[in-house]
C-alpha cells in the first residue's frame, strides 16, 4: 500500500492508495506520524488538489477509486457525487431519487465516505438551503462552498 500527506488550505490530506487505486483521502487536525509511501496515482492526486486550492475547477474524475467493500447503492451515489460541478449543489432528496436512496440514506453514505475532496460531499445539502451536518467539520463544509463560489 501508498501513502501520502497533502497540505492544503484545509489542513492535511492523508491519502492511501494500491497500484491502480485510490482506497481513501481523509482529512487530519495534524498531519504528523503518519508514513508516507507515494506512488504515481498518489503524486497525481496531490497535482490535483493543488489545482484545486488554486481555483482551477478540478473535479478529480480521472482518479479511479477503489470501490470493492463499498455497497453498490452508495457507489452509484458517490459516482453521481463526483459528477456535481464545482460551484453547484444538489439536495440529499435529488441524489437520493437518482441514487434510489432516502435523503437519511444519502447523508449517511456521504457521512461514510472514504475519500474527501474526490468525492466532494459538501456540494450535497438540504431543498432548503440548510448546509446539514458534515461529519462535525460543518465549518469545513461551509469553507469549501464558499472557496467554490456558492455562497
Known amino acids: 500500500m501508498y501513502s501520502l500527506l497533502i497540505p492544503t488550505p484545509i489542513g492535511p490530506l492523508f491519502a492511501r492508495a494500491s497500484r491502480q487505486a485510490l482506497l481513501s483521502v481523509v482529512l487530519l487536525v495534524l ?3 503518519f508514513p508516507e509511501r507515494p ?3 498518489l503524486h497525481g492526486l496531490a497535482r490535483r488538489v493543488e489545482r484545486y486550492f488554486a481555483g482551477e475547477g478540478e473535479t478529480f474524475l ?3 477509486l477503489e470501490y470493492a ?7 452509484a451515489l458517490y459516482e453521481a457525487v463526483r459528477r456535481i460541478p464545482p460551484g453547484e449543489t444538489r439536495s440529499y432528496a435529488q441524489m437520493g431519487r437518482l441514487c434510489g436512496l432516502t435523503p437519511r440514506a444519502v447523508g449517511a453514505a456521504l457521512r461514510a465516505c472514504p475519500f474527501f475532496l474526490v468525492i466532494p460531499a459538501q456540494r450535497v445539502i438540504h431543498a432548503d438551503g440548510r448546509l446539514g451536518g458534515f ?10 462552498l464558499q472557496f467554490e463560489g456558492v455562497m
Open 135 to 144: 461529519a462535525g467539520r460543518e465549518g469545513v463544509k461551509v469553507w469549501l
Open 69 to 75: 467493500e463499498i455497497d453498490p447503492r452508495r457507489v
Open 39 to 41: 506512488n504515481r496515482l
Open 31 to 33: 498531519g504528523e506520524g
Open 62 to 64: 480521472e482518479i479511479p
